[in-house]
């Protein structure tokens, strides 16, 4: 897959200094920029790639956009996470389309995740099981959920690094649920085996592609509290921006800009040195003064970047460096009667109920929506088919046995995603394959790696890699730092690091 290179600003010298440089344009970044830009800070984003998204963000071809990595806005609805964002930076809702949910297709059988609550609670006990077993674990899954996405709206902080931070969760969380965080230290499975449903297949294989696809982990290993969060991401509300995430990133870069915030695009970090009030960011367009430095790059990259912050991020890349895992997207532009037939447009698949997901095991195939001429031509439709891949697979390949392995993945997906729609691809008009490769060249992800690390309960929440490296003025946000990978969580981390970044500078002044 190769992403069409815009450069949506001509070259200008960078400023001579700002309050806060923002290593980074993916949602971390430029979240983190809008809400300080917001509250009357000077900031600078410096982005290597032609425009902002990252992991989130999208290519053109031949009339599609389509997206590179995430297909849905998490929790843009009225007091969620996303709202909350967009009300802080004085922001409309861009023209999107709320998802009643999507389809889960099991080895043996079709559940759909709706997004109503109670619709959802009928359909889970019909397709998986109705005993007193299913109702209880499901009670306590929801309710588990019910009180963390309050807190994550209420703003928790974490990992707990000073006494006002525990002040605060204490708030966010309620004494009367405080019992509940015991719960951090144990996994999903844990809980499965509580209520006797460690061995039931459906019901593991349903949750199993969940918490692979938002914790990045399998039940025996994802944190229980995480996974509750992870399993209920579609009652947060998903949403497609008409135009997918094209929809989303103008309107925000535009409303950023506006607000007087300054986007570099094509303009990598190359080391950043100096301390609080008097950072150096040297870039390839020349060196910009910040009293402070915020990186939304992944940590392995701010280590690399920043010798100050080296030392400190050692013990967590060491600690997580086989727990990173990569990505496979198979874009496709289609006539619009290879995706008739179906009520849904996102729809998530498993193979086999005892092989290990990735590959094409579990996958997730989005469709733009029917008459998003934004997303694709009249009469067509932008297809994304994605996987999980292990990232050595993919590494020490020579060219042709790259090719191969691409063209070969590429069919099995392909083929894989005809369960729901059988003439997937036969007259595609755009057919492209990204990698781990894909991922390390366009959006600088060392290895290739995305999404945050494979979280259990002895990486995530109070083990996470923190906001805070101790480096004064320095912040880390992003998928690799709590709550981890996905947009809403780096949205979450964004509103932490804006009120520490907001605080520092006012002291400073
Ligand atoms: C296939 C796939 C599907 C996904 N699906 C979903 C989904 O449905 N929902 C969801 O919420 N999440 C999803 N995600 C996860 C989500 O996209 C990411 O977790 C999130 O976008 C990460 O954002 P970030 O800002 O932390 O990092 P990034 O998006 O990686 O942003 C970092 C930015 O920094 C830039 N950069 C790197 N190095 C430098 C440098 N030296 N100088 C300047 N700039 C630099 C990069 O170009 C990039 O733009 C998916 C991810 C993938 C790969």
Redesign the pocket.
């Known amino acids: 897959m190769v992403r069409t290179i815009v450069q949506d600003r001509p070259t200008r010298t960078l400023p001579a200094n700002c309050d806060v440089a923002i290593?980074?344009?993916?949602?971390?970044?430029m979240a983190t920029a809008a809400r300080l830009q917001a509250q009357g800070m000077a900031t600078v984003v410096?982005?290597?790639?032609g425009h902002?998204?990252?992991?989130?963000?999208y290519y053109r071809r031949r009339g599609f956009s389509f997206d590179v990595?995430?297909?849905?806005l998490?929790d843009f609805e009225p007091g969620g996470v996303g709202a909350e964002l967009l009300a802080s930076v004085g922001m409309p809702m861009p023209d999107a389309e709320a998802l009643p949910g999507y389809v889960a297709w099991l080895p043996d059988r079709v559940v759909t995740l709706y997004r109503d609550r109670a619709a959802w609670h009928a359909e889970r006990l019909r397709a998986l099981g109705d005993t007193t077993n299913h109702r209880a674990f499901w009670a306590f899954l929801d309710r588990l959920a019910s009180v963390f996405w309050a807190a994550s709206r209420d703003g928790v902080r974490l990992p707990v690094r000073r006494l006002d931070d525990a002040a605060h969760n204490l708030r966010a969380i309620g004494l009367r649920n405080l019992p509940l965080a015991r719960h951090a230290t144990t996994t999903l499975g844990d809980a499965l085996r509580r209520y006797g449903l460690r061995d039931d297949a459906p019901v593991v294989g349903l949750l199993s592609m969940l918490v692979e696809d938002t914790v990045h982990s399998t039940v025996d290993r994802a944190p229980l509290i995480n996974s509750a969060l992870g399993v209920t991401i579609r009652g947060a509300g998903l949403s497609r921006a008409s135009g997918g995430m094209r929809g989303f990133w103008r309107p925000f870069v535009d409303h950023y800009r506006r607000l007087g915030g300054d986007l570099r695009t094509n303009?990598?970090?190359e080391r950043v040195d100096g301390t609080a009030g008097a950072f150096l960011v040297h870039t390839r367009r020349g060196v910009l003064n910040a009293a402070q430095v915020v990186s939304?790059?992944?940590a392995s990259?701010t280590a690399r970047?920043c010798a100050a912050t080296e030392e400190r991020l050692a013990p967590y890349l060491r600690r997580d460096s086989d727990a990173l895992g990569g990505?496979l997207?198979v874009a496709l532009g289609v006539p619009e009667c290879e995706v008739d037939g179906q009520a849904f447009t996102h729809h998530q698949l498993l193979q086999d109920y005892g092989r290990p997901l990735g590959d094409g095991t579990n996958m997730f195939v989005s469709v733009s929506a029917p008459g998003d001429t934004e997303s694709a031509p009249p009469g067509h439709r932008a297809v994304m088919v994605?996987t999980h891949t292990e990232l050595a697979s993919w590494e020490g390949l020579g060219a042709e046995a790259y090719e191969a392995r691409k063209q070969e993945m590429s069919d099995r997906l392909i083929g894989l995603a005809r369960r729901v729609y059988p003439m997937l691809g036969e007259h595609a008009v755009v057919r492209e394959i990204g990698t781990p490769r894909t991922?390390g060249r366009y959006?600088?992800?060392p290895r290739g790696a995305?999404?945050?690390v494979r979280q259990t309960p002895a990486n995530a929440n109070q083990h996470a890699v923190p906001h805070d490296l101790g480096v004064p003025g320095f912040w880390q946000v992003?998928?690799s730092t709590w709550p981890g990978?996905?947009?809403?969580?780096?949205v979450v981390g964004s509103r932490i690091v804006a009120a520490r970044a907001l605080r520092s500078g006012r002291r400073v002044r």
């Open positions: 290593l980074g344009a993916g949602m971390a970044g410096l982005e290597a790639h902002a998204g990252g992991c989130a963000g990595g995430a297909t849905t998490v303009c990598p970090v939304a790059l992944p990259s970047l990505a997207v994605s991922y959006a600088l992800r995305v999404g945050g992003g998928d990978l996905g947009t809403v969580a780096c």
